[in-house]
């Protein structure tokens, strides 16, 4: 018989051989360390004695035909003293020998040689297995898993075949070797208890020991019920998993059937004492933000929160991002009477209950690089009567950074079609939001989508040049100029209401508080994006009139092309794109208007509004058209009547202004 390589095991006797032999070898080994010696007793019995050798173990085997044996409930330990053993037998033939290992041990009983989950005294006395190997019937299959699910460790399938690796005891279509690689019952068609039999579940990849394989807050099941995606948690991509979504009553199959933010809501509806739990695990993408609310309601208020009754439902929740502190907690209802008495008096509503009461909030932050998993658990007893459950909610709530007139994006690297609009696109955290090429002021609003209105939000925002080293703090704006702007927690901030009909931009910093004392900021960036090139020739056609015209449209295509691209009051290219189009020494914009910096330097609105930068170039024009005038009212005053021509002056100077010839 063939024995694992665990310490080392070897058959050491038995009566056929010379005593110390190792008959499970090649050959007789002899040992001379070891001598048993057997003797008759009384009535066909027999004992047997033998030196047990210090660290050694020991178990005895008996077979009427040297091929099958079988261990006698015998485990003894070494100790440089003579063992002894008696047994009866009334066989014609009767063998019987030794095993040994001087595998350390302090419990020889309860250790598991094998490591096949069955004690050592358990496989010789109950399930009558061998201790030195981990599948004593050969069928793969492990005898303690066997032994846990009723299938018999001695037979490989050939008595019954449900005891061997092809079985299916359970019926569920999964074999028995499945289920112990997969690690399923075997006794159970349901390991799970999610409504898919194991078998079906190796079908659709979906795994037979989780109820909620892909942690969205529906069971398996539940998902082949509503026809979602069991191993996608957000089946329809429309950023709210599946269990949100049935949460809140929207279709998870419909991508234009969203709710505003991810709400995760159970309510304690089993029966008496019996603890409800859910699990879902959300995702905040890659470099965003989002506010985390956890709030309580209960049908228990007013009528038992109240008075100490004994029907006191508990709630607990935790929420565990991969990265940042965790969110947890738990609470009985009778302790939150006065806050849902606060609640019901300010008609505080949360995921549709109310009164509600919040009784946590934080921030979290994904990184630049990766998205932050958040698994979060929920738990509510209905205590007591089994009626008037309480429910426990979180809500993961993303700030929102969003352009209402947001210009095209995506087109052709050479097209002109850079100052279109379209409608609602998400700036983000880290995004850009544009001035659009009509030129317009982008229509931006921030909020934490979904919040509670009982929620605090008071934001501000900082725009900080991009171009600092050229125009210092020309363009810095703080929007409001002092302290916050203050807003319930479901409503948008309007920043361009701030702006005023300003255009400015730059790299932008939001900085917000909720309910006064937690803070956090949020970076994006306002640049812009340039005009159509009719829109810029019928503007400068407006502002210049017919006798610049061809120059002016000549001049601003040359001062301002990138490529092929023409018109540019904004880069075009790299990662530079939306700044301001600036060139050496000092010019600015579609025209180039250059001033020296500062006060009166070329002004905000004309590096950000490609107009006003146009009207500026009017300007500019006027004062040449008026020194032209002049030097040339000099040449025809001074040489006209004497046709003297071939001699002008080298410059001619009028006040404080010099005309170079």
């Known amino acids: 018989m063939a024995t694992p390589d665990r310490g080392r095991n070897r058959d050491e006797a038995d009566s056929s051989y010379p005593l110390g032999s190792d008959s499970a070898g090649s050959g007789l080994l002899p040992d001379t360390t070891a001598r048993a010696r057997a003797y008759t007793g009384t ?28 261990y006698f409930p015998l485990i003894e330990s070494g100790a440089g003293q003579s063992i002894g ?47 030195f190997d981990e599948d004593s019937d050969g069928d793969t299959l492990i005898d303690g898993w066997e032994v846990a699910y009723s299938i018999d460790p001695n037979d490989d399938g050939s008595v019954n075949v449900n005891n061997g690796a092809s079985g299916d005891p359970d019926g569920d279509g999964s074999s028995n070797a499945q289920e112990q690689q997969n690690n399923t019952d075997a006794a159970n068609s349901d390991s799970d208890d999610d409504g898919v039999n194991d078998g079906d579940e190796a079908t659709n990849n979906t795994d037979p020991n989780d109820p909620d394989s ?19 948690p957000d089946s329809d991509g429309d950023g709210i998993s599946d269990g949100g979504e049935t949460d809140q009553g929207t279709d998870p199959n419909d991508p234009d059937d969203t709710p505003d933010a991810e709400w995760f809501i159970l309510t304690g509806d089993l029966e008496e004492d019996a603890a409800k739990t ?20 209960s049908a228990e208020y007013p009528t038992y929160t109240g008075d100490g009754s004994e029907f006191n439902d508990t709630l607990a929740w935790s929420v565990s991002p991969s990265g940042g502190q965790a969110l947890t907690g738990s609470i009985d209802v009778n302790s939150r009477h006065g806050e849902w008495q606060t609640a019901e008096a300010e008609g505080t509503e949360v995921g549709g209950f109310s009164p509600a009461h919040i009784e ?56 002109t ?40 939000i008071e934001c501000r925002l900082e725009i900080r040049s991009e171009r600092a080293n050229l125009r210092g703090t020309l363009d810095d704006r703080d929007l409001p100029a002092n302290g916050f702007v203050t807003r319930d927690g479901n409503q948008e901030w309007d920043i361009e209401a701030e702006l005023n009909g300003e255009f400015v931009g730059g790299e932008c910093t939001l900085h917000f508080r909720i309910n006064g004392d937690h803070e956090g900021d949020a970076q994006f960036f306002l640049r812009g994006k340039n005009p159509l090139d009719a829109d810029a020739q019928a503007n400068i056609n407006a502002n210049v009139g017919a006798d610049f015209q061809a120059y002016a449209w000549a001049m ?34 579609v025209c180039q208007i250059d001033r020296p910096m500062g006060n009166p330097g070329v002004s905000t609105a004309e590096v950000w509004n490609w107009h006003e930068n146009v009207a500026a170039m009017q300007d500019k024009l006027v004062e040449k058209q008026a020194d032209y005038n002049r030097f040339i009212g000099y040449f025809r005053a001074s040489y006209g009547q004497q046709g003297n021509w071939s001699e002008p002056p080298a410059n001619h100077t009028e006040g404080n202004t010099t005309l170079p010839a």
């Open 43 to 70: 009535s066909n019995t027999w004992n047997l004695d033998w030196d047990g050798i210090n660290g050694r173990t020991y178990f005895l085997q008996h077979s009427d035909n040297l091929i099958e044996w079988q």
């Open 85 to 131: 053993w008696g047994f009866s037998s009334s066989a014609d033939r009767f063998f019987v020998r030794l095993r040994y290992t001087d595998q350390p041990t302090s419990d020889p009983d309860n250790d598991d040689f094998d490591s096949d989950g069955l004690t050592n005294w358990q496989e010789v006395d109950a399930y009558h297995t061998d201790p």
């Open 214 to 232: 892909d942690d969205d807050g529906l069971t398996d099941g539940e998902e082949i019920d509503e026809g979602t995606d069991p191993n996608n």
């Open 278 to 297: 859910r699990n879902r695990t959300v995702t905040i993408p890659a470099g965003q933000k989002a506010l985390i609310v956890i709030a309580v309601a």
């Open 360 to 415: 946590a909030y934080r921030t979290y932050d994904a990184p630049e690089a990766s998205d932050l998993s958040i698994p979060m658990e929920l738990t509510a007893t209905n205590i007591g009567d089994g009626a008037l459950p309480s429910t426990v909610m979180v809500g993961v709530l993303p700030l929102k950074i969003v352009q209402h007139n947001m210009p095209n994006v995506g087109v052709a690297e050479n097209s």
């Open 417 to 456: 079609d850079l100052g279109g609009q379209r409608q609602e696109a998400e700036v983000g955290v880290g995004g850009i939001a544009f001035i659009t090429g009509q030129p317009a002021i982008p229509q931006l609003r921030v909020d934490f989508r979904g919040a509670p209105e009982a929620l605090s």
């Open 556 to 589: 601003a295509k040359h001062e301002s092309r990138q490529g092929n691209r023409v018109y540019n009051q904004f880069n075009t290219q790299g990662g530079i794109e939306g700044t301001l189009n600036w060139g050496d020494p000092n010019g600015w914009g």
